[in-house]
């Protein structure tokens, strides 16, 4: 149920209800996926392909999705939500899909946010926009859910998404470290590239036992390419999921880090996997979660954590690249700022990742944040006095996204960033890269 306020009144609207999309339904149709992360996403398609779904991720995004978007979804809604909205509805308009045979994903974190209503949000927009048949269907990473029966993901696919992430985290960190510094234009990209296409094919065979010897060529490709010495000062970006890994959604921030004269450090997203699944354990004193449930996520972050402790090794090993960090330890960071107890959007993770960051002295921090993202307000904007007091040198700032920001405000405050990010770096003395 939606609360809708305006001056005058308060409608209380009833969400359309959907049609329910049925196993049996998975040979006729195709599954719309709005894009999150270019890299990761391409690693995943073929996982639900292997598992008879026809899962199409939708390219990125532009203006008119935006005003797509707006058109359903109020604009004093998340800036994500009116973007994921607009994307599906934009590709039902294509007239590319038969609506009698699609269906739309949608995540659903189940917080104490707006998150939590993506998926009714988005059966208004499919109602409105006059596709009333299409079926929805909410997709959640913990193992409460059980409203989406229809799209079943039996636990080999489970691993090899897992998998996937992993994967798509350690190329994204490979490219993001080496692409400031390369000699020949391009050359980082069109390697990233280059892995995409391979890992595509390894990941559908799931060999765990390869992890450590596929992630130890991938670093050993990234370390051998020839790329200038000289050292950029690092700005970490965190903040909202959508719009910290969306190059469409933050108007291409790494690039324009990457213009600025900086270097991007961009968390894992398996640390968001991880910090929902972790969830149960860390608030069961006040919201008791079934054993069972309990049990299930304790089993996954144990396995997710020992493959990631395989490519840790490997990282160690090369002078040039940091290593993973661990959800433990990030929890701890987060626990001297905030309780681990706020669960709601990105949480205490947010605070965790800026602590993180701040330890391994990437002292320059971007906090993406779409506007009016309470949860942004509270782990995010909240906490950055204190850290600031505890992390002498840390240079924070906040970037506002919504789809009334100018491209040219984000500028301004970045380039503010930077001058600072730079005017240190030249002050230290320009070290060694590798
Ligand atoms: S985390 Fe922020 S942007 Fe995302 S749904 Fe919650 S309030 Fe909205």
Redesign the pocket.
Same mark, same amino acid.
């Given at each position: 149920m939606t609360v809708v306020l305006n001056s005058e009144n308060i409608h209380v609207q009833i969400p359309p209800r959907s049609p329910e999309f049925q196993r049996t339904d998975k040979e006729r149709f195709t599954i719309l996926c709005p894009q999150m992360a270019p890299i990761h996403f391409a690693l995943c398609s073929g996982i639900f392909r292997q598992c008879g779904y026809n899962v199409v991720v939708l390219p990125t995004i532009n203006r008119e999705t935006i005003e797509e978007g707006l058109r359903y979804v109020n604009n004093d809604v998340? #800036? $994500?939500?009116i973007i994921v909205v607009g994307q599906l509805i934009q590709a039902l308009k294509s007239g590319r899909y038969d609506p009698a045979r699609t269906a739309l994903l949608i995540s659903q974190t189940c !917080?104490g +946010?707006?998150?939590t209503n #993506?998926a009714t949000f988005l059966k208004i927009a499919v109602n409105k926009a006059g596709f009333p048949d299409v079926p929805v269907i909410p997709f959640q990473v913990n193992f409460t859910n059980d409203n989406n029966k229809g799209l079943f993901l039996p636990l080999f696919a489970l691993k090899k998404l897992f998998l996937a992430f992993l994967y798509g985290d350690l190329l994204m960190n490979l490219a993001n470290r080496c692409r400031p510094y390369e000699k020949n234009r391009g050359e980082v990209d069109v390697l990233v590239q280059v892995w995409v296409e391979k890992l595509q094919t390894e990941i559908m065979t799931n060999k765990y036992g390869n992890v450590s010897k596929t992630a130890s060529v991938i670093v050993n490709d990234f370390d051998a390419l020839d790329l200038q010495t000289e050292c950029k000062p690092k700005v970490g970006i965190v903040g909202?999921? %959508?719009v910290k890994y969306h190059p469409g959604a933050n108007n291409n921030l790494v690039s324009l880090i990457e213009q600025e004269g900086g270097e991007a450090v961009v968390p894992n997203i398996l640390d968001f996997a991880l910090y929902c699944l972790t969830s149960g354990d860390h608030c069961k004193r006040f919201a008791p979660v079934s054993f069972l449930s309990m049990l299930k996520s304790r089993i996954a972050v144990w396995f997710i954590e020992r493959q990631r402790d395989k490519v840790r090794k490997v990282l160690r090993q090369h002078k040039r690249f940091s290593s993973f960090g661990n959800i433990h330890h990030l929890a701890e960071q987060a626990k001297r700022f905030v309780s681990i107890c706020n669960q709601? !959007?990105?949480g205490w993770l947010l605070t965790g990742e800026m602590a993180e960051l701040l330890e391994e002295e990437t002292l320059n921090i971007i906090c993406v944040? $779409?506007f !009016? +993202? %309470? $949860?942004?307000h509270i782990t995010g904007k909240g906490v950055m006095k204190e850290l600031r007091s505890h992390y002498c040198g840390a240079n924070i700032s906040t970037l506002d996204y919504d789809p009334g920001a100018t491209e040219v405000n984000q500028l301004n405050r970045i380039k503010l960033l930077m001058a600072t990010a730079l005017r240190r770096n030249s002050f230290n003395g320009k070290s060694t890269n590798k």
């Open positions: 998340c #800036y $994500p939500a !917080g +946010c707006r998150s #993506y909202e999921i %959508l709601t !959007g990105e944040q $779409p !009016g +993202c %309470l $949860p942004n």
